[in-house]
């Protein structure tokens, strides 16, 4: 009798758990807790062989207005008046440089290898005092992190950089060094940061620079111990990777990619394929600047000079592209001009690209300017009888 009634709740307890999973076989991950640090080492396959399980964040979604920050700006007096900018106007979202591209961290990060290898920095001295202030007045923050243009981890780790053919360490057009998108213990180093940072309170990570380079003698790159996959699947897998750890944190996560994906049949020889990024992340970003087309594209005499036509043809292939894909995919942020270029640009240079976004059909941009000056009377004025959404 006895043996009877331990099945049965034996298989009680256990019928639920196949109904969960749908009969799937969950392959269990492998952690070890590192007693020196505290901090789990993960094993990539593993996580890669995870089932589909969908965590929701704990988030309220927003409709993303926002503006980029440099370390120095977030850290510095510089923020308190761009803090009021943003709540003086539509803006509702700061994204905030976590990593930059020059590998060094804004803030003293607790992770070891950061420790060890020299990448932390004082530029943001107190983050979580950062992050109670936006909470605060109710500023949605994204964490920034550079992926694979990682001049300090490079230097630290010459065996996990892009090596050059002729010997020593590849290098771009501006000299610096690229780790190699192939290696998993870079994966790890991006991954456990982005953690670090939905800890302290981020609601959202935003991974740039998730391609190969684009510039400097590509003809002289050996990648070591390279995997035998396509970019494209490289870059969707590190997407996966991240993803799956982040899931448990409750944070969104998005991706940069180049404008040009939006209409590129190829990976344009970066890895970004519109559709497989947009299959591993919340938010695709393409950085839609006019500057940044060549003269002719999309029929247009001088991209540059005709920002509303640029932003609405590049957006354009992008939606019906991952209209596609049904459900199964990312929401379209795109990144917005906010820099002169060959052109100047001014109030309505920027108005013309927030009211393309708009007329594509979507609701959410970023501004981008990498001195953080911004072109405030684009922006539509906070009036007394609205408040910015909910962010948390």
Same mark, same amino acid.
């Given at each position: 009798?006895?043996?009877?009634?331990?099945?049965?709740?034996?298989?009680?307890?256990?019928?639920?758990?196949?109904?969960?999973?749908?009969?799937?076989?969950?392959?269990? =991950? #492998? =952690?070890?807790?590192?007693?020196?640090?505290?901090? *789990?080492?993960?094993?990539?396959?593993?996580?890669?062989?995870?089932?589909?399980?969908?965590?929701?964040?704990?988030?309220?979604?927003?409709? =993303?207005?926002?503006?980029?920050?440099?370390?120095? #700006?977030?850290?510095?007096?510089?923020?308190?008046?761009?803090?009021?900018? =943003?709540?003086?106007?539509?803006?509702?979202?700061?994204? &905030?440089?976590? %990593?930059?591209?020059?590998?060094?961290?804004?803030?003293?990060?607790?992770?070891?290898?950061?420790?060890?290898?020299?990448?932390?920095?004082? %530029?943001?001295?107190?983050?979580?005092?950062?992050?109670?202030?936006?909470?605060?007045?109710?500023?949605?923050?994204?964490?920034?992190?550079?992926?694979?243009?990682?001049?300090?981890?490079?230097?630290?780790?010459?065996?996990?950089?892009?090596?050059?053919?002729?010997?020593?360490?590849?290098?771009?057009? %501006?000299?610096?060094?690229?780790?190699?998108?192939?290696?998993?213990?870079?994966?790890? @180093?991006?991954?456990?940061?982005?953690?670090?940072?939905?800890?302290?309170?981020?609601?959202?990570?935003?991974? *740039?620079?998730?391609?190969? /380079?684009? *510039?400097?003698?590509?003809?002289?790159?050996?990648?070591?111990?390279?995997?035998?996959?396509?970019?494209?699947?490289?870059?969707?897998?590190?997407?996966? @990777?991240?993803? !799956?750890?982040?899931?448990?944190?409750?944070?969104?996560?998005?991706?940069?990619?180049?404008?040009?994906?939006?209409?590129?049949?190829?990976?344009? %020889?970066?890895?970004?394929?519109?559709?497989?990024?947009?299959?591993?992340?919340?938010?695709?970003?393409?950085?839609?600047?006019?500057?940044?087309?060549?003269?002719?594209?999309?029929?247009?005499?001088?991209?540059?000079?005709? /920002?509303?036509?640029?932003?609405?043809?590049?957006?354009?292939?992008?939606?019906?592209?991952?209209?596609?894909?049904?459900?199964?995919?990312?929401? &379209?942020?795109?990144?917005?001009?906010?820099? #002169?270029?060959?052109?100047?640009?001014?109030?309505?240079?920027? !108005?013309?690209? &927030?009211?393309?976004?708009?007329?594509?059909?979507?609701?959410?941009?970023?501004?981008?300017?990498? #001195?953080? &000056?911004?072109?405030?009377?684009?922006?539509?004025?906070?009036?007394?009888?609205?408040?910015?959404? !909910?962010?948390?």
């Amino acid at each position: 009798m006895r043996k009877k009634t331990f099945f049965l709740i034996l298989s009680l307890c256990i019928l639920p758990l196949f109904i969960l999973n749908g009969c799937e076989e969950v392959q269990p =991950v #492998s =952690v070890e807790l590192d007693e020196r640090n505290g901090y *789990d080492v993960i094993n990539i396959n593993d996580f890669l062989k995870q089932p589909k399980l969908k965590i929701e964040p704990q988030w309220k979604p927003v409709k =993303v207005k926002g503006i980029y920050l440099t370390g120095w #700006s977030a850290g510095s007096k510089r923020f308190d008046f761009l803090l009021e900018k =943003v709540k003086e106007t539509e803006l509702n979202a700061m994204v &905030i440089d976590i %990593k930059d591209a020059t590998g060094r961290i804004t803030f003293q990060s607790k992770i070891p290898l950061a420790i060890d290898i020299g990448a932390n920095s004082d %530029k943001i001295t107190d983050m979580k005092q950062l992050l109670n202030v936006l909470h605060e007045n109710n500023i949605y923050p994204i964490a920034r992190i550079v992926v694979f243009k990682d001049p300090v981890l490079a230097r630290a780790k010459p065996e996990w950089a892009i090596l050059n053919r002729k010997g020593g360490i590849w290098r771009d057009n %501006k000299g610096l060094a690229w780790v190699n998108p192939y290696n998993q213990q870079v994966w790890e @180093y991006v991954v456990d940061l982005a953690v670090e940072a939905a800890k302290l309170g981020f609601r959202e990570i935003q991974f *740039d620079y998730v391609r190969f /380079p684009t *510039d400097g003698n590509l003809e002289n790159i050996v990648y070591p111990e390279k995997m035998d996959l396509a970019r494209s699947l490289v870059i969707k897998k590190f997407l996966s @990777y991240a993803r !799956k750890r982040l899931e448990p944190r409750g944070v969104y996560v998005s991706a940069d990619v180049f404008g040009l994906v939006t209409s590129a049949e190829d990976d344009m %020889k970066i890895g970004q394929i519109l559709e497989e990024v947009a299959e591993e992340v919340d938010y695709i970003c393409p950085m839609v600047y006019p500057s940044h087309y060549a003269k002719g594209s999309y029929g247009i005499a001088d991209p540059n000079a005709s /920002p509303y036509e640029t932003v609405f043809q590049s957006l354009k292939h992008a939606v019906e592209r991952l209209g596609k894909l049904g459900t199964n995919r990312a929401i &379209i942020r795109p990144w917005l001009q906010d820099f #002169s270029l060959g052109y100047r640009y001014g109030i309505e240079e920027v !108005k013309a690209q &927030i009211q393309a976004t708009y007329d594509v059909g979507l609701e959410e941009w970023i501004l981008w300017n990498p #001195s953080n &000056i911004y072109t405030w009377d684009a922006l539509e004025q906070e009036s007394p009888d609205r408040t910015h959404p !909910k962010a948390f």
